[in-house]
């Protein structure tokens, strides 16, 4: 494939001839961060482009049974953990617990090596394509001065005072929808978190940017893209929310296979589906189990109280069996969601557009971070509720049984799904990543 000679279509539908487009695609974080960027590779590779993954060293093995080319830009999570002194299940109640924790100690003291190791990886491609938790690839392109594409996997992150974000720590802004006073009531308190973030956080990015030969820069650190971005993308359903208008939301891109590349149910859930009533399926992503154990045990007696039956997926938790709760670590939520009664999840960006594309009812229980925003974005649907997990005992039986015996959340439900499922945000994003590297193409051809 390198080499080979492509036409690219411009902004404006001129062909532009070029050798077959190198695109690097940069994120970090959880199974939800990755599998988007996943997706976006595949239909890339799709459309004739090389492809390169940049991601945690834990990540590798997942991309490359995908097919794809993949490269660390930062170290094991287990070696994250040896830095920063705290064993893994510790690093997670931080996180979950404490807001600066992800990027005071675990962000920004790799971002300067990831820059360094993006430069070498992304010499001579045509752009870069980075997430909001990986603010080395935006430094990276700048220093290289090539195309960066910016992408955001959840609504909440664009800070938007139209729909601003919900969570505890944004209890005073108006929820959508907001008229003009509520409106700019909202931009002035978002402008002001935003001071704060780049307060706190701004100093050290600013610090790996000029290490880099590049000018101080007052973006808010995991909100604003930052001085060099060609374009902005929201890769998530435009049922949860929209987008300010320099930004486009293509749908979720969907990838949903295990560590071994596989997308099947293993024989004995099948089975286990197969015998009896649709199960409650319980799922906290790959990061939250480290945090919350116990939580799969309080679901499992839900279920047990509601006279269903479970599927908890633990990841590398622990949770105890029965006749009637079958335990695994994974499984395709794209095959098993949609066999649920009901889902019971963390609110992940992820695992929701999993839940919604199933079409079936959801209780969300959030920890952190955008999970709030994500959950009040299921109850606006009309296709879930929330409860918090020190609540979940003894209030989540009742809203289970509301979802279960509501034929309007059913029906809200089924249609989300119908809509969500024919989404095909990895397509439409790839297809936005080829127009920008096509004008890149253009402008270097008529410069010379």
């Not at 940049?54 to 080319?69: F, I, N, Q, T």
């Not at 956080?201 to 995991?222: D, I, K, Q």
């Not at 990061?287 to 633990?314: E, H, K, M, N, Q």
């Not at 024919?422 to 096509?438: K, Q, S, T």
Request: charged fraction near 20%; proline fraction near 7%.
């Amino acid at each position: 494939m390198n080499g080979a000679k492509r036409g690219l279509a411009s902004a404006n539908h001129e062909v532009i001839p070029m050798t077959s487009p190198r695109i690097v695609l940069a994120t970090i974080g959880t199974l939800g961060d990755l599998h988007p960027f996943i997706a976006i590779g595949l239909a890339l590779r799709e459309r004739g482009v090389e492809a390169v993954l940049a991601v945690p060293e834990d990540h590798l093995p997942k991309c490359r049974a995908a097919g794809l080319e993949a490269h660390a830009i930062m170290p094991r999570f287990e070696e994250v953990g040896r830095a920063i002194g705290l064993p893994d299940d510790e690093i997670v109640r931080r996180v979950v617990s404490d807001n600066d924790f992800l990027l005071r100690r675990v962000i920004l003291p790799s971002t300067g090596d990831g820059v360094a190791r993006l430069v070498e990886l992304a010499r001579g491609a045509d752009a870069v394509v980075g997430s909001a938790v990986a603010p080395a690839a935006g430094i990276a392109a700048e220093r290289l001065r090539l195309p960066f594409v910016h992408v955001l996997l959840q609504p909440f992150l664009w800070f938007n005072p139209h729909d601003p974000p919900r969570g505890p720590s944004f209890r005073l802004l108006k929820g959508a929808p907001v008229g003009r006073a509520a409106r700019a009531w909202n931009a002035v308190l978002l402008a002001a978190i935003r001071a704060e973030l780049r307060r706190r956080f701004g100093g050290e990015l600013n610090r790996v940017r000029r290490e880099n030969g590049l000018p101080s820069s007052r973006a808010a650190p995991m909100v604003d893209a930052g001085p060099w971005v060609a374009r902005e993308l929201g890769v998530y359903s435009p049922l949860l929310g929209g987008a300010p208008a320099r930004a486009t939301v293509t749908g979720y891109p969907w990838f949903d296979r295990d560590e071994d590349g596989t997308a099947a149910l293993d024989a004995e859930l099948a089975a286990f589906l197969d015998a009896g009533r649709p199960p409650l399926i319980v799922s906290l992503g790959s990061f939250i189990p480290y945090s919350d154990t116990d939580l799969y045990r309080r679901a499992a007696d839900l279920a047990g109280r509601l006279g269903l039956r479970a599927v908890l997926l633990t990841g590398e938790s622990q949770a105890e069996p029965s006749r009637d709760v079958l335990v695994r670590p994974y499984a395709p939520h794209s095959l098993l969601f949609p066999r649920a009664a009901a889902v019971v999840h963390h609110g992940g960006i992820g695992t929701t557009g999993q839940a919604l594309r199933s079409g079936r009812p959801q209780l969300v229980t959030p920890f952190m971070g955008d999970q709030f925003d994500n959950a009040a974005r299921v109850e606006r649907l009309g296709v879930g509720l929330q409860v918090a997990p020190k609540r979940f005992a003894a209030r989540a039986p009742g809203l289970v049984r509301r979802l279960l015996d509501d034929a309007g959340v059913a029906s809200r439900a089924a249609a989300v799904g119908a809509q969500v499922s024919a989404e095909d945000g990895a397509g439409a994003a790839a297809e936005a990543i080829l127009r920008v590297a096509a004008d890149q193409s253009r402008a270097s051809a008529f410069s010379r």
